[in-house]
């Protein structure tokens, strides 16, 4: 693989800030190094820098000159943060005595690579330029993925993200000190999590991560076949509904990174029972509306594959799904049910239109209690839903047909 440094990405003449505003020496690390040596951009400029002296100082200047976000991310280790509108500038203080022994204190030998703006010089002294032509992630040591275990999991997630494969010794290490990942704050080994099942290239990696024990403390259960059969299906129902696909593709909250894909994927880990997984997601600090996301595909997934709903049973499923029965139905296929048996209910859920995914009221709660003279309450609320499954079975079309309807009801 041929490998050049990307100088419209990494030189100074095209960031959002002054190197002249920079102390000297300063050096790029870490991933955005890496990735111009790889040739890989991205839109959105995050880079890490690292100085013998001053960094939080450097960094609150260069936020103060250019009005920017500033943060102190470490006191104690000085760590500081600057935010631009298209970039995120890290200034850290470097470990040890010199550059070279702040390197070899990093994960893999990949991120050592040192890149210095001022003299366009880099300083590998790991020799990580050779595993990147390789395409391998190879560990600085193993005592540097013990003093965090959280780089255990990174390992699968970088591998996945770069299409690189993890050397020999380097796996051995990571499956001997697999237990340890317990160790790790919860909310880090989600992040991890997030970006294995967030893209396909991620399964095989998080399949490999469960065989070598990197799973098992935070899902014990987990079935990562079916996250595989989960990536198959969505292709082969996307050839069919397109629009399935793009709700799928979409993320569950605007506050919230995952997908419904994703959702559906991390449904196969936890355990089936929805109050044990619910247990598994809590303590993984997934949020209300991801945690809500999967209880309801594991209390709904049953009962699309167990039978043919009749229209009744079709309204009350819809109504309890709502935005997650693309999840449901994707799942229901990926374990076994045939797409033939749930086409149906995936035409009703895309026609926005339909009366039975989408039920439009021909009247109203007020409008009952005007008409027929009864009082506010849980009857109100029966009556209502006695007319909706009236309406989506057909057997009434208007406001006046459903006043009758409920007066019957009430006679009755």
Not at 110 to 134: F, K, M, R
Not at 155 to 175: K, M, N, P, V, W
Not at 227 to 245: H, M
Not at 325 to 347: E, M, Q, R, Y
Request: a negative charge; charged letters at 20%.
């Amino acid at each position: 693989m041929a490998m050049c440094l990307n100088l419209s990405r990494l030189s100074p003449q095209n960031w959002c800030f002054s190197l002249e505003l920079l102390p000297q020496p300063i050096y790029l690390v870490g991933g955005a190094v890496r990735d111009a040596l790889l040739g890989r951009s991205a839109e959105y400029l995050d880079i890490d820098f690292v100085l013998p002296a001053n960094a939080i100082e450097t960094a609150r200047s260069l936020a103060h000159h250019y009005k920017a976000g500033f943060v102190i991310l470490d006191a104690q280790r000085q760590i500081a943060r600057v935010v631009f509108p298209q970039a995120t500038v890290d200034f850290a203080l470097q470990e040890g005595s010199s550059l070279e022994t702040d390197l070899r204190r990093r994960d893999f030998t990949v991120n050592a690579i040192a890149y210095n703006p001022h003299t366009q010089e880099i300083i590998d002294p790991l020799h990580g330029c050779s595993d990147l032509q390789q395409q391998r992630l190879r560990m600085v040591s193993r005592q540097n993925l013990q003093d965090d275990p959280l780089r255990l999991l990174r390992a699968y997630r970088q591998a996945a993200q770069l299409g690189f494969t993890i050397e020999s010794d380097t796996h051995l290490a990571i499956c001997h000190l697999a237990s340890q990942i317990e160790h790790v704050a919860a909310e880090r080994v989600r992040v991890e999590l997030g970006y294995l099942l967030a893209h396909s290239q991620g399964t095989p990696w998080l399949k490999s991560a469960a065989e070598d024990g990197l799973i098992e403390y935070w899902f014990p259960n987990a079935n990562v076949e079916d996250v595989a059969a989960v990536d198959t299906t969505v292709v082969k129902l996307s050839k069919y509904w397109s629009q399935l696909n793009i709700e799928l593709c979409q993320s569950v909250r605007d506050t919230v990174k995952t997908t419904w894909l994703g959702l559906a994927k991390l449904a196969c880990l936890v355990t089936p029972q929805p109050e044990i997984a619910e247990a598994e997601l809590v303590q993984l600090t997934y949020s209300r509306a991801e945690i809500r996301g999967v209880i309801t595909i594991l209390k709904l997934l049953p009962q699309l594959q167990a039978h043919a709903m009749p229209i009744r049973e079709q309204y009350f499923f819809f109504q309890e799904a709502g935005k997650v029965f693309g999840a449901i139905a994707l799942l229901a296929v990926a374990k076994g049910t045939s797409v033939d048996a749930i086409a149906p209910l995936i035409n009703h859920y895309l026609n926005p239109q339909d009366p039975v995914a989408h039920p439009t009221p021909l009247i109203t709660g007020k409008d009952l209690i005007q008409a027929l003279k009864i009082k506010p309450g849980p009857q109100v609320g029966r009556l209502l839903t006695e007319i909706a499954i009236a309406q989506v079975e057909g057997r009434i079309t208007t406001a006046d047909e459903a006043f009758e309807f409920a007066s019957k009801i009430l006679d009755n």
